[in-house]
């Protein structure tokens, strides 16, 4: 597995970036918040579960959230995006030796931020303005669409870079050779497409994203790989900032323009850091939320319209066992932190 060159980013430096992103995010939200309200970018109930159905639990808990500002993603990825071309603009300048857009560690996350961020965004506008045949993009072009950016990143990774292997813990280098490509690809469709299905109660995702943003960037450091522990850090910071005010009761959402790019970034990050069969732990309650839906799905399908859970994603499951909000999101929270933490330990001892 190929390295990319490291300016070795002292941990202080590190971590003003992160500071300096979740005041930046902080510092902008209230402009941001006034914009969605002026504009009418509000949320829009889910009237269809996955399979067409009328989706009767979500409406029943979350009523009360119609027409609360979305798209928050945009301020979360505007605040990385902002932090890493100033600290590009800060090195011109002569003001620090080295700034966040290296073209090894950086580029490529950086891409895959945007472009799904991009994605996501067109994604909440048709769906606040009623457009689609389901208002929103069909599922064919949006999924046709992180495709092809996971084709892109394969690319770049295989090709350009020499990637062509996947680390197992506790066991070594599996080359896989043209077959990085696809899983390449499936890895960043299911990591964007997990973080989305997970986003439906306030700060849910938010908070499992900055435990599992805060996972990569230890991992990244301890490796060597300090631009990119930065960037990570940036990612903790601005999430953070946006978890401030997502929080129970929601000042706004982040929507699928934050859901989609930060998923997907999380994949690419598990694949820089020669991490993927960590993901597994760090992304532990998106891989179970994704799981929940599969599940379902299937089981509606094969078994004459039967559930095994009371609603999908499991999270709707839990607040029809009427846990609350706020119950579901924290334990939800604290398993996802415990699980990160086990995939820190065989990230650092399985090599």
């Known amino acids: 597995m190929p390295t990319a060159p490291d300016p070795g980013l002292s941990l202080a430096a590190i971590l003003g970036y992160a500071l300096f992103a979740f005041v ?27 399979d067409g159905r009328e989706a009767a639990i979500f409406r029943q808990y979350h009523k ?69 045949k389901k208002k929103g993009l069909d599922w064919l072009p949006k999924l046709s669409t992180l495709m092809l950016i996971g084709a892109v990143g394969a690319y770049w990774f295989h090709v ?5 292997s996947i680390f197992i813990p506790f066991y070594g280098d599996m080359t896989l050779g043209w077959w990085y490509v696809p899983i390449f690809i499936f890895i960043i469709v299911g990591t964007s497409n997990a973080v989305n299905i997970t986003d439906g109660l306030d700060g849910l995702a938010a908070g499992l994203l900055v435990i599992a943003y805060g996972s990569f960037a230890v991992i990244a450091y301890l490796s060597g790989l300090t631009s990119l522990a930065a960037f990570c850090a940036v990612c903790v910071g ?9 929080v129970p009761p929601a000042l706004f959402f982040m929507g699928d323009t934050g859901s ?27 891989l179970m939320e994704v799981l929940s839906v599969i599940i379902q799905l299937t089981s509606k399908k094969f078994r004459g319209g039967k559930k095994v859970f009371r609603a999908a994603p499991i999270h709707h499951h839990f607040e029809a066992l009427e846990w609350g909000e706020s119950k579901v999101t924290m334990r939800f929270w604290i398993v996802g932190a415990f699980l990160a933490f086990i995939g820190i330990l065989i990230a650092i001892t399985g090599r």
Do not use: C
């Open 260 to 286: 989609l790019a930060l998923g997907g970034v999380l994949g690419v990050i598990a694949l820089m850091t020669d991490n993927v069969l960590v993901l597994p732990f760090i992304g532990f309650i998106f």
């Open 160 to 164: 350009r870079l020499g990637y062509d």
């Open 64 to 132: 009360n959230k119609f027409g609360t500002p979305t798209m928050g993603g945009l301020l979360i990825w505007g605040a990385i995006l902002f932090t890493v071309l100033f600290s590009r603009v800060l090195s011109l300048a002569g003001v620090l030796d080295f700034s966040l857009l290296q073209r090894g560690q950086v580029y490529l996350p950086l891409f895959t931020l945007v472009s799904m961020g991009i994605l996501g965004a067109v994604d909440d506008y048709w769906n606040i303005a009623g457009l689609g």
């Open 24 to 50: 930046l995010g902080l510092a902008f939200t209230p402009t941001f918040v006034r914009f969605l309200r002026q504009n009418k970018l509000g949320k829009q109930l889910r009237v269809e579960t996955v």
């Open 238 to 246: 601005a999430i953070a900032a946006f978890l401030w005010h997502n």
